[in-house]
């Protein structure tokens, strides 16, 4: 890990004004996302806030009523308090009706806010499946994607903050139409006022955006150290290799270096904040104090300086929440950037304008032609040159030392990779040209890293081919066709036995267990290819001959791909391909293969050495 180095795209400067106000063009996108995610609640929230706007300046314009009404009750003694009755129980119910528009916007927030964060998720996750598998080998792509993430909890507040945005404008409206009837000049006494505080809150917002931006490598760094300290998948090797100490020195560096950088920032941000907020409540003082004089001088009612004194604090409360929330609406528009970016990436397996079915029975075999292929962003081609023919009915293995090419080759048969040169035929079509989900139903693959699900025993094999999860016989059928039948018979909840620790009753399986589950779905779709990488590393020698034999067996008649370090495995195929460096050196049987004194023979050799 290297985790000083921030992947090229990342930007640690701070954004500038134009580009924060050029971030606000992101809004209309969000909006129609919040639309898709609940049509009726948009709708209620925003017919609740305006009528929420319009609560302060009524209850304010009450207030001066029942103030003046109580004034000249004191001074004609005997007259009718009917109507002073009135206006206080009128304020009343607005101060009720108040609390209750309140809570219900409070309510329609959160009810929209889970299912936009709910819709996003979804949207990431159906976007993550169109993608390229070497897409997310990725370091760059891992950031926009873990950004995308952080972007689905908490971007419904940038929806409050832009409605109650236009609930403080419309009250603000109400409330600066009675301060300028009276007094034009204290509506600039106040912008005079705040507009330094919104200046300086913006600078701080853009420090804190590049500041959480460009540590976004290290952040997922920490996440991960934190993940290697504490988790069951870890334990083991971190208690046999005493690695707690080193991992967490390595956390206490990772977060000390981020508590350093925050601190410097919040401190910075709270003196300023000190200081605007001083000049404020001079402003808002030095307004007060013209009112005060006019209601001294009588040029204004008592209920009219409650009323005034009141809209003024008010309006500047909406006002420094508004230019605040501005601030805040504008970064959250910019943060914007980084969940739509993910959306703007595309895959780079194209998808033919008018696919082809794939064969529904293989004529001719695969044929590679100059094949070679070359991961982003590395110079290395991890396999070159490769030229030869997977004929239908043929079970090749693949034999070469670890970084030799093995795995690259049998993706770019299955089409999770796509030739970075030369090409792959399939009776007689570029493999291109097919259609992809239907050439991925035909080739059943297991590799090596194979997921352990945390699901039932049934869901674990259902995974090669969901589409018949339902399907009991064939779950049963697979798993006999693995060996797995006779694990499943042991357990105490059988095929309905959930698998893994994670989950209350599960049942943790050894690691030559798991592959017999792993193995049982290949046997799910009636596959045409079948490719096995590695899958059968946990077995010892005598079981995964025995799971390879029974795997020729059922294949018959099909073509199939393996890859084994054990030679005893490997010989049961018809051919043998060897890869030194990603590129192909020797193909033949075994025999022939031996003969040839080449590569294959000095492994096999090695190999049976240690037997010996």
């Not at 639309?35 to 948009?42: F, I, N």
Request: glycine share 6%; proline share 3%; net charge neutral.
């Amino acid at each position: 890990m290297n985790p000083t180095r921030p992947p090229k795209n990342t930007r640690t400067e701070p954004i500038t004004l134009k580009e924060r106000l050029a971030a606000l063009n992101n809004l209309p996108a969000f909006f129609k996302l919040v639309w898709q995610t609940s049509p009726s609640l948009t709708v209620i929230n925003a017919v609740l806030r305006i009528a929420r706007s319009a609560m302060p300046v009524a209850l304010l314009y009450t207030g001066k009523l029942i103030i003046d009404n109580v004034v000249a009750l004191s001074h004609h003694h005997g007259a009718s308090n009917t109507h002073l009755w009135q206006l206080v129980g009128l304020e009343f119910a607005l101060a009720i009706l108040t609390d209750g528009l309140s809570r219900a916007i409070t309510l329609v927030d959160s009810l929209l806010g889970d299912l936009f964060s709910n819709h996003t998720s979804v949207r990431i996750m159906e976007h993550a499946a169109t993608l390229d598998l070497d897409q997310f080998e990725d370091s760059v792509f891992y950031d926009k994607l873990e950004r995308a993430r952080q972007q689905t909890i908490g971007r419904t507040m940038l929806l409050s903050q832009v409605m109650s945005q236009v609930q403080d404008l419309i009250t603000m409206g109400f409330l600066a139409a009675g301060l300028m009837a009276f007094n034009p000049w204290l509506i600039i006494l106040l912008l005079i006022a705040i507009i330094p505080a919104f200046l300086g809150e913006s600078y701080f917002n853009d420090q804190s955006y590049a500041l959480t931006r460009g540590q976004t490598p290290e952040r997922r760094e920490l996440d991960y150290v934190r993940y290697l300290g504490a988790s069951d998948e870890t334990a083991k090797e971190v208690k046999i290799f005493d690695l707690s100490g080193f991992i967490i020195n390595r956390f206490r560096q990772l977060s000390g270096k981020f508590y350093a950088a925050n601190r410097r920032l919040s401190i910075k941000r709270s003196l300023w904040g000190t200081f605007f907020a001083m000049m404020g409540s001079l402003g808002y003082y030095a307004a007060y104090v013209v009112i005060v004089v006019k209601a001294v001088d009588g040029t204004v009612t008592i209920g009219e300086l409650a009323f005034l004194a009141g809209s003024f604090r008010q309006l500047r409360s909406l006002l420094e929440g508004i230019l605040s929330r501005f601030t805040s609406v504008s970064q959250g528009a910019i943060y914007l950037r980084d969940f739509f970016e993910f959306f703007d990436i595309k895959p780079k397996i194209k998808v033919a304008a008018n696919p082809l079915p794939f064969p529904k029975k293989i004529q001719h075999g695969f044929v590679f032609e100059d094949v070679g292929f070359k991961y982003a962003n590395s110079e290395r081609w991890a396999n070159r040159h490769l030229s030869f023919t997977l004929h239908p009915g043929e079970k090749l293995a693949l034999v070469g030392e670890n970084g030799a090419g093995k795995t690259t080759l049998v993706k770019l048969l299955a089409r999770l990779y796509d030739p970075t040169e030369g090409r792959i035929m399939l009776d007689g079509n570029d493999l291109r040209d097919y259609d992809i989900a239907d050439l991925r139903m035909n080739v059943g693959i297991i590799f090596q890293d194979y997921l352990r699900y945390q699901m039932t025993f049934a869901q674990n094999i259902a995974v090669g081919n969901i589409n018949e999860q339902d399907n009991r016989p064939l779950i049963e059928a697979s798993a006999k066709q693995s060996l797995a039948d006779t694990l499943a018979a042991k357990l105490p909840g059988s095929y309905d036995q959930q698998l893994g620790k994670r989950f209350a009753e599960g049942v943790e399986l050894s690691g030559g267990e798991w592959q017999k589950v792993a193995l049982a779905r290949a046997y799910m779709r009636d596959a045409q290819l079948l490719i096995l990488d590695e899958p059968t590393s946990a077995l010892d020698a005598r079981a995964e001959y025995a799971v390879f034999e029974r795997f020729a067996e059922l294949t018959k008649g099909r073509s199939a791909v393996l890859i084994s370090h054990r030679f005893s495995t490997v010989r049961m195929a018809d051919r043998i391909l060897v890869l030194e460096k990603g590129e192909l050196i020797e193909i033949g049987s075994h025999n022939e293969l031996l003969l040839k004194q080449g590569r294959y023979a000095e492994l096999f050799n090695l190999q049976a050495m240690g037997y010996r």
